[in-house]
């Protein structure tokens, strides 16, 4: 279909949709026969939680690389790429024989992811017009919905079977989104004609920031005081301040500082970050409280999860529509109030508290979530110059990315705190049945200290989300900044 066609703009939303789904569905499978793959592979609980972490860090300190490299280079092209590696490495990390191997495919699977989400937004940015970029953002957050829905409940069936499916199940997917996205997408956005690449920032920027994942990460599970996860940090405490350095002086910068100069970018930037950091734990959490310390099966336990997902699939595109109307702002701050609101009832649960009742606090949250997600990501993008979508992109995947790496990191050190070890074992291994409701005390304890500082997280995010201009016209990008001087 020619680019100039009436409906091209729902073809490209088709492929972009396709790799949301993608992505979530993977996620869910995952978190949700964690259990099964400690048991299977015989690796230790920091192992485990590499598997997860391996592939946030590696799409998080790729994702802006890519987001730069698709401007110069051209999206389609790296969209597409990004499948095929996404497919190369689902299938190698389901013949992986250990923890170390299957970590280095999640690294693989996370640079296929990366160059996915860096180029996802900015082609539906390229296709659609302004006043319909809310649903349409808003219907890409309710296939990734939809891909939340069914993914913890398909993982708990392909567990069933074997883990080595949780990770083969991608491949079909992968391979048709390739065909899908090479057949169907164009290049609306002439690459630049200038195409330097900022190969010392780059590299500057991914040591860096690797650093600080490793550290934050490895500190809240292993030690603050172990030299690795000091060397990691004093790395990064050395090179991202150079990194802003050399963006400032270099006349091609991976990073466009002139975009945060924008009030409207920086705040939806900001509170992309704290969304992140505010909501992407709860899953894993929940993966814990169901299977861990309720004792359900897998199957179970994702079904026990949709609540949250189902929020999130049917407040999405009504808030894209509302936001397309009357605006961002306020919508994408009630929306984090609202996440608040649902993650503060959860730290009313027990082992003994009724399911209609975790259902019910689930929901709220990830009512909230849609409610945020689609209006934050429309207005952030509809203001950003065209040849600055693909670097905007990456930037709100990256913080978005590195808000979720410290979630882990930090709410698995609030769980893990001053609970037994033979207690955790039992737990992240969904082997808990047989301790008493005295033994998961400290951990329910935890659990719910944990849920007051997401809460707490989020209602920041909806302060910070507010500092945004009251009127949409006043987020769009200033006509001088998209003069080539701009970028020198």
Request: charged content about 10%; hydrophobic content about 55%; aromatic content about 8%.
């Amino acid at each position: 279909m020619s680019a100039e066609h009436e409906h091209y703009k729902w073809w490209a939303l088709s492929c972009t949709s396709l790799g949301m789904l993608l992505a979530t569905v993977n996620s869910g499978t995952l978190v949700i026969a964690l259990p099964d793959l400690e048991r299977a592979l015989g690796v230790q609980l920091l192992t485990l939680v590499w598997v997860i972490l391996a592939y946030m860090i590696a799409s998080t300190v790729l994702v802006l690389t890519f987001g730069r490299m698709s401007d110069v280079f051209g999206r389609k092209r790296a969209y597409v790429l990004g499948f095929l590696v996404f497919s190369i490495a689902s299938l190698g990390a389901g013949f992986a024989s250990g923890g170390t191997s299957l970590i280095l495919w999640r690294i693989l699977q996370g640079a296929g992811a990366a160059l996915i989400f860096a180029n996802a937004s900015a082609l539906v940015t390229d296709a659609f017009p302004r006043e319909q970029l809310g649903l349409a953002m808003g219907t890409n957050v309710m296939v990734a919905a939809v891909g939340l829905v069914i993914g913890p409940v398909l993982g708990g069936a392909l567990v069933s079977v074997s883990w080595h499916w949780v990770f083969w199940f991608n491949l079909p997917l992968g391979l048709l989104g390739t065909a899908w996205a090479a057949l169907v997408l164009r290049e609306l956005v002439t690459p630049e004609a200038e195409d330097h690449f900022d190969w010392l920032g780059t590299v500057t920027f991914v040591l860096g920031l690797t650093g600080l994942t490793l550290g934050i990460s490895r500190g809240g599970i292993v030690s603050w005081a172990d030299p690795l996860t000091i060397a990691a940090l004093a790395t990064a405490a050395v090179l991202l301040p150079l990194f802003v350095a050399i963006e400032r002086h270099t006349r091609f910068p991976m990073l466009d500082l002139t975009l945060f100069e924008d009030r409207g970018f920086s705040a939806a930037t900001a509170a992309a970050f704290l969304g992140g950091l505010s909501r992407f734990s709860l899953t894993f959490l929940f993966v814990l409280y169901f299977q861990g310390a309720i004792g359900d099966d897998p199957i179970l336990a994702g079904l026990k999860l949709a609540p949250m997902a189902l929020g999130v699939l049917i407040s999405s595109p009504l808030a894209g529509r509302y936001a397309d109307r009357h605006g961002a702002r306020g919508l994408a701050a009630l929306g984090l109030v609202v996440s608040a609101a649902g993650i503060a009832g959860m730290t009313t649960l027990t082992v003994a508290t009724p399911y209609a009742v975790t259902a019910l606090w689930l929901f709220v949250a990830g009512a909230g979530a849609g409610m945020f997600n689609s209006p934050n990501t429309a207005a952030m993008m509809g203001g950003v110059p065209v040849h600055r979508r693909g670097i905007a992109a990456g930037t709100r995947m990256m913080l978005q990315n590195t808000g979720s790496v410290l979630s882990i990191a930090v709410l698995l050190a609030i769980v893990t705190a001053a609970v037994p070890r033979a207690t955790l074992l039992s737990i992240f291994s969904g082997l808990s049945s047989g301790l008493s409701a005295a033994a998961l005390d400290p951990f329910i304890h935890n659990l719910h200290v944990a849920m007051w500082v997401l809460a707490g997280t989020s209602l920041l995010g909806a302060a910070v989300s507010l500092l945004r201009p009251r009127r949409p016209q006043e987020a769009i990008v200033r006509p001088e900044m998209v003069t080539a001087d701009a970028y020198r």
